[in-house]
């Protein structure tokens, strides 16, 4: 079975500062991994997903993420977080095991003050 | 325009007065499902649709039913709801379940935030 655990129910940064989100993932075969974000009082929309190939994956807004199979990481990563960037980002993972069924973490909240 | 939508987005109702919330997509999509959004638990799945007449619970689905009579369409029905169904719901569809499936992106609609007193 797979499973997401997101690091940090809440992640704090100053405007211009560099964001991390952290999402480890667990699978039994190679996994497909996405990012997804949810901007207040709206549904959820993808960021960027990993698929195969090139392990480094660039999304919308300037999000990127690595996909690293040796610690099942799949960390998300801004230079230079803006106050749009505030929101809730949710680390979701599938695989071709069985269920073919997303599963999502729990979700981070990224605040970004002035 | 390509979407998900969902109607109501806001509902207030009281204990065991049934109420649906409807989904549509407009993208042909085969698998759908529906979500529930509860602070400090993220997203956790009540039900999904591999496709038309075919349905499967998720990993909440007591106190809730739904149906999918048509590909578009996936309503969800609460026939008695109670306070701890008050919740953030989001209905969300993608090309196809299966193997093939497994790397698709998943489209949301708005949300419904449903209230039951």
């Known amino acids: 079975a797979q499973s997401v655990t997101q690091l940090g129910s809440h992640v704090s940064v100053s405007e211009g500062a560099l964001v991390l989100l952290r999402c480890n993932y667990s699978s039994s075969v190679p996994p497909y991994l996405f990012w997804y974000v949810q901007y207040p009082n709206q549904g959820l929309q993808l960021l960027l997903k990993y698929t195969t190939g090139a392990t480094l994956v660039k999304g919308i807004n300037g999000f990127e993420a690595e996909f690293k199979k040796s610690e099942t990481s799949f960390h998300l990563t801004k230079p230079s977080a803006h106050m749009s960037d505030a929101a809730e980002y949710f680390c979701a993972v599938s695989d071709e095991g069985g269920s073919y069924i997303p599963t999502f973490g729990r979700g981070t909240s990224l605040i970004v003050h002035p | 325009e390509a979407q998900v939508t969902q109607n109501p987005r806001y509902l207030i109702t009281v204990t065991g007065k049934k109420l649906t919330v409807t989904c549509s997509q407009n993208?042909?999509?085969?698998?759908m499902s529906w979500y529930r959004q509860d602070p400090g638990l993220g997203l956790r799945q009540i039900y999904y649709?591999?496709?038309?007449?075919?349905?499967d619970k998720g990993d909440v689905p007591e106190g809730y039913k739904v149906s999918r009579k048509e590909k578009r369409n996936f309503p969800l029905i609460l026939e008695s709801p109670s306070p701890n169904q008050t919740s953030l719901y989001f209905c969300?569809?993608?090309?196809?379940?299966?193997?093939?499936?497994?790397?698709?992106?998943?489209?949301f609609g708005p949300g419904t935030r449903l209230t039951v007193l």
């Open positions: 649709s591999m496709n038309v007449e075919v349905t």
């Open positions: 969300a569809s993608s090309l196809s379940f299966g193997l093939s499936g497994a790397a698709d992106t998943q489209y």
């Open positions: 993208m042909n999509h085969e698998y």
